[in-house]
Structure formats: C-alpha cells, structure tokens
Antibody, heavy 119, light 110 residues
Framework: EVQLVETGGGLIQPGGSLRLSCVMSGLTVSGTSMIWLRQAPGKGLEWLSVIYSDDSTYYTDSAKGRVTISRDNSKNTLYLQMNRLRVGDTAVYYCARLESTYHYAMDVWGQGTTVTVSS | QSVLTQPPSVSGAPGQRVTISCAGSSSNLGAGYDVHWYQQLPGTGPKLLIYDNKNRPSGVPDRFSGSKSGTSASLAITGLQPDDEADYYC??????????FGTGTKVTVL
C-alpha cells in the first residue's frame, strides 16, 4: 500500500525554524515528483514547494527564501525546511505525490502535520 | 491565493444529484490545463476524486463525474449519500502561479 506520513509539526515561536518530514512507503522518493501544501485553519489548499523527478525545485512566492524542499533517497523521505516562521504560517502541512500520467494530479496524500506559530 | 472560484456550499437530499462549479480564466482552465477534483472528509487529508477533467482513479464510484468546457469545470455527484458530506476542491495549473486550487465547496447532505 502506498502511504505518506508527515511528521515534524508542533508549536513554534515566530522567527523559529522547523523541518517537516514525509516518510514514504510503497513508493520510492527517488525519481518521484512530490509537492508540499498547506491548509490554514478553516481555509483552502495552498501549494508551497514542488520537487520534480529530475530534482528541479520550485516555490510559491510566499515560500521563496524561507522554505527549502529536499529528499533523502536512502531514507525514502521528503523534507520541508521552514525558516523565519510567521504567525500566518500556522496550518496543516501536507505532502503529496504528483502523478505524471495524470498530468500531475496529486494522487497520494499524507494525513498532514500541524504547525502552530505563536508566542 | 485561490484563483479558481467555487460556490461556498451546495446541499441535497440523499439520492439527489448535485453539481459543483469551478470557474477559472484564460491563464488556467482556458489555456487548456486539465482540472482535477479532490474530496476532503472532515479531519482528513484530501483524496483525488477526478483527474484530467473526467477520469476516476481506481476505487472512486461512478457516482462522481467531471467535465470541463472553456474556462469552467464542474463536478457532479449523483445518488448523493451521507458519506459524501465533505469539502470538495478543484485544482489546475496556472501560467503565472503554477498550481492553483479552487476556493472549496462544502457539500451537505440534508
């Protein structure tokens, strides 16, 4: 069974840093296009960063300069390093697979990890 | 950041048919990019419901169907069931902001 499990969320003070992890089972992170998204309380979905199968990376404007996406093939894990966190970054963070044969629809999702930025 | 517009809510009685619209523009749906639909049950991560405008992944009932025309798309749910009560999001690609989502629609089963 294909499964994504996000960890690393928690309560963090403004200005702090967090590294989120997305552990994959049933699929290989190497060569897989993956995306990080978030959902603020009561709000819709917003993409943050994507890493394609060729290892090219892209970020939304709100994430540029503060967020870094990476993967560790040996641990079959995707990461999202977030720095200089703001109250507005409070959200549930999801990782998802981008399925190229579905024109990059997000066909597998994790359950999410909650990040709360507050003093 | 949402650039695809959906109605905030739709409702229907069990067994009825409901539709959810997704309005885009010339830089996303109108540019020929496909639309995908996701179902988000309360307290869970989203689930892919429809991909490439009208295709269902394995395991999704044929009660769910999608269509796209020009700058808009729609999701139809026939034979509405209590388990269909959830939030639904459309998603596409935009030439200026990349991945874009709809504003989300809450489906209520009366």
């Amino acid at each position: 069974e294909v499964q994504l499990v996000e960890t690393g969320g928690g309560l963090i003070q403004p200005g702090g840093s967090l590294r989120l992890s997305c552990v994959m089972s049933g699929l290989t992170v190497s060569g897989t296009s993956m995306i990080w998204l978030r959902q603020a309380p009561g709000k819709g979905l917003e993409w943050l960063s994507v890493i394609y199968s060729d290892d090219s990376t892209y970020y939304t404007d709100s994430a540029k300069g503060r967020v870094t996406i990476s993967r560790d093939n040996s641990k079959n894990t995707l990461y999202l390093q977030m720095n200089r966190l703001r109250v507005g970054d409070t959200a549930v963070y999801y990782c998802a697979r981008l399925e190229s044969t579905y024109h990059y629809a997000m066909d597998v999702w994790g359950q999410g990890t909650t990040v709360t930025v507050s003093s | 950041q949402s650039v695809l517009t959906q109605p905030p809510s739709v409702s229907g009685a069990p067994g009825q048919r409901v539709t959810i619209s997704c309005a885009g523009s010339s830089s996303n749906l109108g540019a020929g990019y496909d639309v995908h639909w996701y179902q988000q049950l309360p307290g869970t991560g989203p689930k892919l419901l429809i991909y490439d405008n009208k295709n269902r992944p394995s395991g999704v009932p044929d009660r769910f169907s999608g269509s796209k025309s020009g700058t808009s798309a729609s999701l139809a749910i026939t034979g509405l069931q209590p388990d269909d009560e959830a939030d639904y999001y459309c998603q596409s690609y935009d030439s200026s902001v990349a991945f874009v989502f709809g504003t989300g629609t809450k489906v209520t089963v009366l």
